[in-house]
Nanobody, 115 residues
């Protein structure tokens, strides 16, 4: 059974930082593209950041300069370092891993930023 598990969410004041982690049980993690998505109450899920198997990264405009996505293939983990957090960053954050026809999601971790 393939499983992705997110951790590191919590409650933080505006301007603070959080580091999210994603652990993957897939057999060849290095082949997967990893994305962090978030969903705020009443809104659609949106892509926050992505890192390809080759290490290329992309970010949503609103988080550029504040968030950093990274991966550790040896440990089969991905991370999202979030700095200078804003209330509008609040939502459930999901880790996603894709390779060929494989598409897996974690259960999500709540991030709440208070003003």
């Amino acid at each position: 059974q393939v499983q992705l598990v997110e951790s590191g969410g919590g409650l933080v004041q505006a301007g603070g930082s959080l580091r999210l982690s994603c652990t993957a049980s897939v057999s060849i993690f290095s082949a997967y593209s990893v994305g962090w998505y978030r969903q705020a109450p009443g809104k659609q899920r949106e892509l926050v950041a992505q890192i390809t198997a080759g290490g290329s990264t992309k970010y949503r405009d609103s988080v550029k300069g504040r968030f950093t996505i990274s991966r550790d293939n040896a440990e089969k983990m991905a991370y999202l370092q979030m700095n200078s957090l804003r209330p509008e960053d609040t939502g459930v954050y999901y880790c996603n891993a894709r390779w060929l026809s494989n598409d897996y999601w974690g259960q999500g971790t709540q991030v709440t930023v208070s003003s």
